[in-house]
């Protein structure tokens, strides 16, 4: 299983960008992905998360109306658009999956995630 995120880089405040997360290895139905970030000095914190099966989503507080996540499962894709990006959103990018749904909680914990993909970089600047 292998998961490949891309799409970060350096932005201006109010700027925008698009992560894409691009899963194998396993099938198209798989339970659950999301999205997590983790900035220098800092916790790893869950972001926003997507149901595979009916694309029910989840956003953290501080990004709600700025982010979207979306989803192709036929093409195991997982994409976060970033609008009106702001300093604090700086942070290394990570998806994550869960294939299966084991416990029935939602929003998927973050110690449920059963695969991690390298990081891609966001940071906003001026």
């Known amino acids: 299983v292998q998961l490949q995120a891309c799409g970060g880089g350096l932005v201006q405040p109010g700027g925008s960008l698009t992560l894409s997360c691009e899963a194998s290895?396993?099938?198209?139905?798989?339970?659950?992905m999301g999205w997590f970030r983790q900035a220098p000095g800092k916790e790893r914190e869950a972001v926003s998360c997507?149901?595979?099966?009916?694309?029910?989503?989840h956003y953290i507080d501080s990004v709600k109306g700025r982010f979207t996540i979306s989803r192709d499962s036929a093409k195991n894709m997982v994409y976060l658009r970033l609008n009106s990006l702001k300093p604090e959103d700086t942070a290394v990018y990570y998806c994550?999956?869960?294939?299966?749904?084991?416990?029935?909680?939602?929003?998927?914990?973050?110690?449920?995630?059963?695969?991690w993909g390298q990081g891609t970089q966001v940071t906003v600047s001026s």
């Open positions: 997507i149901k595979g099966s009916d694309g029910r989503t």
């Open positions: 290895g396993f099938g198209s139905d798989w339970y659950g």
């Open positions: 994550a999956t869960k294939v299966q749904d084991t416990s029935g909680r939602w929003p998927i914990p973050l110690w449920e995630y059963d695969y």
